[in-house]
């Protein structure tokens, strides 16, 4: 499966559940917690999901709504390292497991998820 291809599979339903079971982690998360401000919480799971839908192959609503997404930039006023940067992505697997999709569908997710890995 094409990375495009994951929206044609799961839809904006599959990645509305998917970036809420990320948030749902964060605020009792020691080291990404403190990163959210919890007045803005909502705003950052629908800003995720967009850019996700998006970049997978569904609307370009994040890209309508905010432009490029220029995501080294949006996040230089934060101070995030390697540490923080595995947790993320620790936080974003045990969301994607809990999809409870077939491996398959899971993949290009997963390879792209790997590629941010080494940025």
Same mark, same amino acid.
């Given at each position: 499966? *094409? ?5 044609? #599979? %799961? ?7 998917? #970036?809420?079971?990320?948030?749902? *982690? #964060? ?5 990404? $917690?403190?990163?959210?401000?919890? *007045?803005?919480?909502?705003? !950052?799971? *629908? ?5 996700? %839908? $998006? ?10 709504? &905010?432009? @490029? ?10 101070? %995030? @390292? ?12 045990? !969301?994607? $497991? $809990?999809? @409870?999709?077939? !491996? ?10 790997? &590629?941010? &890995?080494?940025?």
């Amino acid at each position: 499966m *094409q990375e495009l291809d994951v929206y044609s #599979v %799961i839809g904006a339903e599959g990645f509305t559940r998917l #970036v809420a079971a990320f948030y749902r *982690q #964060v605020p009792q998360d020691d080291l990404l $917690g403190p990163m959210y401000p919890a *007045q803005d919480l909502s705003g !950052a799971e *629908q800003r995720l999901r967009d850019f996700l %839908i $998006g970049r997978f192959g569904g609307p370009q609503t994040y890209i309508e709504q &905010r432009g @490029h997404p220029r995501l080294r930039a949006r996040h230089s006023p934060f101070s %995030i @390292h390697q540490t923080a940067r595995d947790r993320w992505m620790r936080l974003m697997d045990n !969301a994607l $497991g $809990g999809l @409870h999709c077939p !491996a398959k569908r899971n993949k290009s997710f997963g390879n792209s998820s790997m &590629r941010c &890995r080494r940025l």
